[in-house]
Every structure is written in structure tokens, then in C-alpha cells.
T-cell receptor, first 115, second 111 residues
Framework: EPEVTQTPSHQVTQMGQEVILRCVPISNHLYFYWYRQILGQKVEFLVSFYNNEISEKSEIFDDQFSVERPDGSNFTLKIRSTKLEDSAMYFC?????????????FGEGSRLTVL | RKEVEQDPGPFNVPEGATVAFNCTYSNSASQSFFWYRQDCRKEPKLLMSVYSSGNEDGRFTAQLNRASQYISLLIRDSKLSDSATYLCVVNGKDSSYKLIFGSGTRLLVRP
């Protein structure tokens, strides 16, 4: 069964460092997303990406965040200068867009710990 | 008012029980509604979409009341493997692909 894969599964970094989280969405999917979940809290939308550009982003997704699809398979989330409050599980998701919005396939997540 | 509101639980039920979860949402322009399931420290997985007419998938039944902005999930004949957190999810606005998640309702099914 096709799946969304994410790397790394866990990253520990120092405050102020840059972090890149990588995702390989399902190959025939057209819509890509990043969500995050701070421990014990709800899943929060960060950004959606379609046709090589951001289609929506949340208030959380400020200038410290960026996304990129550098080739035909990878979808990355970059945090330029990490803060303690960026510690969370980051989920990549994709959908083919043919069915209702919301039928997303999530990766297993990348846990980011900022010290 | 929270965008998507759920009773956090936990609901602690014996195997075979029927359990119901409720959810309310604040944005009347939302058009898409879902229940996702999340196991501890895992990714959310789609359980079922929720349609206006109500829909059933095996032991799971979902209902939507647009007038009350209320969504429900009924699980019949609970199994141990149903233990998880159930997330009520709506899209942000008409045609938006942004999903808004509730905080989830935790279900514990005991032997």
C-alpha cells in the first residue's frame, strides 16, 4: 500500500539552528501539507501546497518557516531559526484532491526537540 | 468558541459496549467533515467521512446535523483494538483544503 514517508523520525537541535524535515508524498498525489502536534495538544495546520506554490498557510507558519518541492518526489519543511516552542511532532500529508478535501494520508511524523 | 470542540474523555467501556462521541464546530461554511483515529504517538488516520445523510461503515456510524453544527460517531460492539483517540475534523471553509482538528476524545476499551 502506498504511503507517505518522513525523515528523520526524530531530530534534536539547539535553539537557533536550522532544521529541514523531509517528506516523500504518495506518488500520484497533488496536494501536500504540513501539520504539527505539540505533545498533548491537538493537530494544527501549518501549510498546504499545490501546483508548486503555497495555497494556504496558518498564523503559525511565519517567516521562520518555508516549504519546497525541490524535485518530483520530495516535499520539505524548513525552520530557519528554531525556538523552544517549535518542539513538536511534524506530520506531512498528501491527497490526490479527487475526493473531498480532508481525505489525507499522513506520514508517521518527525519529532523535533529543540533544546 | 473553539473551532472544533470535543469531550476529551476518556471513555472507559467494556468490550462489546456501544459508545457515542459528539463534536461541535463553529464555522457554518465548513463543507467537509471527518472522523480520524489517532493511536498514541502515531499519525492520524482517516476513519470515515461524514455525509449529510449519515453514513455507516461496519460497526461505525457517523451523523451530521448542519443546523446544529454537530457531528457524532457511534461505535457498536467495541473491540479492544478500538482503543484510541478519535478526532473530529472539519475543513476550514467552503472548498478549503485546510483541516481543523478537534482535540480528540480518548476511548479505552477494557476486556
Amino acid at each position: 500500500e502506498p504511503e507517505v514517508t518522513q525523515t528523520p523520525s526524530h531530530q534534536v537541535t539547539q535553539m537557533g539552528q536550522e532544521v529541514i524535515l523531509r517528506c516523500v508524498p504518495i506518488s500520484n498525489h497533488l496536494y501536500f501539507y504540513w501539520y504539527r502536534q505539540i505533545l498533548g495538544q491537538k493537530v494544527e495546520f501549518l501549510v498546504s501546497f499545490y501546483n508548486n506554490e503555497i495555497s494556504e498557510k496558518s498564523e503559525i507558519f511565519d517567516d521562520q518557516f518555508s516549504v519546497e518541492r525541490p524535485d518530483g518526489s520530495n516535499f520539505t519543511l524548513k525552520i530557519r531559526s528554531t525556538k523552544l516552542e517549535d518542539s513538536a511532532m511534524y506530520f506531512c500529508a498528501s491527497s490526490d484532491g479527487r475526493v473531498a478535501p480532508g481525505e489525507l494520508f499522513f506520514g508517521e511524523g518527525s519529532r523535533l526537540t529543540v533544546l | 468558541r473553539k473551532e472544533v470542540e470535543q469531550d476529551p474523555g476518556p471513555f472507559n467501556v467494556p468490550e462489546g459496549a456501544t459508545v457515542a462521541f459528539n463534536c461541535t464546530y463553529s464555522n457554518s461554511a465548513s463543507q467537509s467533515f471527518f472522523w480520524y483515529r489517532q493511536d498514541c504517538r502515531k499519525e492520524p488516520k482517516l476513519l470515515m467521512s461524514v455525509y449529510s445523510s449519515g453514513n455507516e461503515d461496519g460497526r461505525f456510524t457517523a451523523q451530521l446535523n448542519r443546523a446544529s453544527q454537530y457531528i457524532s460517531l457511534l461505535i457498536r460492539d467495541s473491540k479492544l483494538s478500538d482503543s484510541a483517540t478519535y478526532l473530529c475534523v472539519v475543513n476550514g471553509k467552503d472548498s478549503s483544503y485546510k483541516l481543523i482538528f478537534g482535540s480528540g476524545t480518548r476511548l479505552l476499551v477494557r476486556p
